[in-house]
């Protein structure tokens, strides 16, 4: 296998100038690159380069508004709603981001619920600088239904991730993000492409009868959730918190089957911003406290961090993002599809 090492900022201007070329303004652009590339840069197989071909397929399909301009609405004291018009969530987000911060600040805790909008990225970008910034955060985000319920004979829940973020007292935020599937859709796909198993327990096929072969649950089979009956209940509170609050679809009810090649599912996302220092005491500062805890699961024995091995990732990524040159090739090629 061939690799190139590619900077960050030739690889987000790259990937801004393909989906320009696909119709989305440089302002759409320019956030899903920055999503993808860092992403790519944090060693993420199924939410980095990968979902290039998603974007412009979907795109293509006229399934989703490259150009849309969200609609920020105040709605409360600690409550901010975005309309993303059947944009991207990101751009969405991106402009209410100051008005969340500044009613979090206000507050100590503020809501912002995003509608009619289409996330195919990881999670983790969106809270990430909250963190850094010395808010927690946690966002939630549905899918498209590719999850059973237990004992269910068809999907009802997308992989529907979780991701929360903290300040530490040493160091980068304490960030975990997960998909509430046993495994997120887009590594299925990866270990479909790469004719690779998954692992038992990870989903049935058609049938429902369970298998390690990613094209059968690709094909008519379903994903299962994470931990049995627990795992199920957080994608339902997902579901909830990302369509029955925001005004989203349901990942059941998305229905795409007129757009041939459409792969962002169309939902809602819903972040969760809180100030800690409303809580904590000046002799016990959150972050401090934060630390505490992190160094006591450090000295617990052979562990690792959530998030250490992203971190890790993007220390190596400082001098240069490696990429196999095959799928760079396929990514140039996408500009003129
Ligand atoms: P993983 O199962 O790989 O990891 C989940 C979390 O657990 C990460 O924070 C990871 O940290 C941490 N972790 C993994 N292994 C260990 C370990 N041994 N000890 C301690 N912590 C560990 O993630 P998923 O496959 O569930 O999700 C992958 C991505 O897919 C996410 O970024 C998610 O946002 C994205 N996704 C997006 C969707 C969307 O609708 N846009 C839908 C579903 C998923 P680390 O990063 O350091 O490994
Ligand atoms: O990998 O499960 C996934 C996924 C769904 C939507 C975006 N990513």
Redesign the pocket.
Known sequence: MTELSISLDVLTATLRDILVAHGCSDTVANALATNCAS?TR?G?K??GLFRMAGYVSTLRSGWVDGRAEPVVEDVAPGFVRVDARNGFTLPAHAAARSLLEEKARQNGIAILAIRDSH??????LDIEPYAQAGFVALSV???MAVVVHPGGNKPVY????V?FAAPRGEGAPL?????T?T?????VRVAAREGRSVPEGVGVDAKGSPTTDPSAILEGGALLAFGGHKGTAIALMVELLCAALVGGQFSFEVDWSAHPGAQT?RTGQTVILIDPTRASTPLAPFADRVELLVQSILGSGD?????????ACRRAAEAGIVVDAAQWQSILDLKDR
């Open positions: 992403a944090d993420s199924s939410h996330h195919l990225g990881a999670l983790y985000i549905n899918s997308g992989t529907n991730p991701a960030v975990f993000d997960m998909a599937s495994m997120a859709h887009g590594d599912p562990v690792r961090l959530p998030g250490e091995k992203r971190l």
